[in-house]
């Protein structure tokens, strides 16, 4: 068994429940800088407005995305959605400092692009911070194969982010 299957095997992807509320809230709000900050009501919210949402291990790492239909008032979702027809949007992934090198989030993204190509989606999106610079999550986006499609300065200035779309097989 590869290292890879092994990892797989000890560390599926799943389902978010509502029992992993607590523990993606924690994990969101030690990330809140280049995230946003969540109260628990706005988390049990998106969660259930969200395309996908899935988690690795007991919360290694998690993922929360929106398709174009969903109730998001996100400036950066609002952006995605005044430029595209259909999309899904990446609003967050995170991964645990403990569990950082170990694949968790391109494993993510790739079971992304399949439920998004399954569901007729042929576009995902997502932004990344550009003040303040995020330079590992550009180059890890861009060899996803995310190509920068635009930028904005939002929170009243307080944040400039980079747009990132992907076409993915449908």
Known sequence: MTEENMIETHFPIEQVSPQDEPAILALNNEHAAELSWLEPERLSFLLGEAFYTRRIGTLEAFIMTFHQDASYDSPNFLWFRQRYPRFVYVDRVVVDAKARGRGHARRLYEDLFEQASRAGQAIVTCEVNAEPPNPASDAF??????????DAVIHGGKKAVRYYARRIAG
């Open 141 to 150: 986006h861009t060899a996803l194969g995310f190509v920068e499609v635009g």
